[in-house]
């Protein structure tokens, strides 16, 4: 199993550019996360999807859109990047099959807004 | 609303000390909560996790933590810091009653191991 994996690793926008990172897990997962991470703040969550087809916000969820038309995959849309969205972006996923399971994490994808 | 503090931002021991990572915890109800470690450029890990059951959990690499009810804390130590240690580390927790189980996370403590 490859587990959760994010695409791409890096990568460097201009104000208003949009693009999309996608995060795809393999282990047959329920729910979805994705996160970013600034330095001293910890990691906070953007957006969730408790299954295919569903999404809700999180904590920080402004300047940002997501989708999961598969069960597999989640992606997350930045449709005009500012640069206060230069971050860290972590994927996760959680089965939901036994009470206090942890969340799996990707790599991240290092995003610079310039 | 539900929150995790991790006291102390930067900690640094010398090779061989003990390492004590403090974390605590808002709630009336028992979250389960977790440790990760992220090293350098790299995703988090799981360290370890408490559910129900036994309060003092043992994870990978020699950590363990132990949770106080009574104290809202639950506290990461290793008996004896490695160089390899080096990496920060994420307290977090979720709620049984949270039906999407996200996590809340505290902002992290980056440990440095002296040598």
């Known amino acids: 199993n490859a587990g959760v994996t994010q695409t791409p690793k890096f990568r460097v926008l201009k104000t208003g550019q949009s693009m999309t990172l996608l995060c795809a897990q393999d282990?047959?997962?329920?729910?979805m996360y994705w996160y970013r991470q600034d330095p001293g703040m910890g990691l906070r969550l953007i957006h969730y999807?408790?299954?295919?087809?569903?999404?809700a916000k999180g904590e920080v969820p402004d300047g940002y859109n997501v989708s999961r038309l598969k069960k597999q995959n989640f992606l997350l849309g930045l449709e005009s990047a500012a640069p206060s969205q230069t971050s860290v972006y972590f994927c996760?996923?959680?089965?939901?099959?036994?009470?206090?399971?942890?969340?799996?994490f990707g790599p991240g994808t290092r995003l610079t807004v310039l | 609303a539900q929150s995790v503090t991790q006291l102390g931002s930067h900690v640094s021991v010398s090779e061989g000390a003990l390492v004590l990572l403090r974390c605590n915890y808002s709630?009336?109800?028992?979250?389960?909560l977790f440790w990760y470690v992220q090293y350098p450029n790299q995703g988090l890990q799981l360290l370890l996790k408490?559910?129900?059951?036994?309060?003092l959990v043992k994870g990978i690499n020699g950590f363990e933590a132990e949770f106080k009810k009574s104290e809202t804390s639950f506290h990461l130590t290793k008996p004896s810091a490695h160089m390899s240690d080096a990496a920060e580390y994420f307290c977090?927790?979720?709620?049984?009653?949270?039906?999407?189980?996200?996590?809340?996370f505290g902002k992290g403590t980056k440990l440095s191991v002296i040598p």
């Open positions: 996760a996923s959680i089965t939901v099959q036994r009470a206090g399971n942890e969340q799996f």
């Open positions: 282990m047959n997962h329920e729910y």
């Open positions: 999807s408790v299954g295919e087809g569903t999404t």
């Open positions: 709630s009336s109800v028992p979250p389960y």
């Open positions: 408490y559910t129900t059951g036994a309060t």
């Open positions: 977090a927790g979720t709620y049984s009653g949270a039906g999407s189980y996200q996590l809340t």
